[in-house]
């Protein structure tokens, strides 16, 4: 069972921009905290995004001011902006879900979709 699907992934070079997209269930949507972590090879998991069903945002520090955030509770989905991409952003990135706070590492989310690559080269 598939219930949060991501696309947008892909290779870009270092400055480019990547939008990531995720979709699932009107009731998952309406219920919880949407977000986006990532996990490097060798590297723990980490959370990059959170947007709360109000529209509440939070970003980890290395992000801010270049990815961007949003939900859409109509056609429940949440995307992930990312602009001015570093090298140090390639990772595999996550769609999450949960009906409370975000952790640093992702351990209490419920919901994952499977992931999708982002590679940015030097």
């Known amino acids: 069972q598939v219930q949060l699907v991501e696309s947008g992934g892909g290779f870009v070079q270092a400055g480019g921009s990547l939008r990531l997209s995720c979709a699932g269930s009107k009731r998952i949507f309406s219920i919880n905290t949407m977000g986006w972590y990532r996990q490097a090879p060798g590297k723990q998991r980490e959370l990059v995004a959170g947007?709360?069903?109000?529209?509440?945002?939070n970003y980890t520090d290395s992000v801010k001011g270049r990815f961007t955030i949003s939900r859409d509770n109509v056609e429940n989905t949440v995307s992930l902006q990312m602009n001015s991409l570093k090298p140090e952003d390639t990772a595999v990135y996550y769609c999450?879900?949960?009906?409370?706070?975000?952790?640093?590492?992702?351990?209490?989310?419920?919901?994952w979709g499977r992931g999708t690559q982002v590679t940015v080269s030097s």
């Open positions: 947007i709360t069903p109000s529209g509440d945002t």
């Open positions: 999450a879900a949960n009906w409370g706070p975000f952790d640093r590492t992702g351990a209490l989310i419920r919901y």
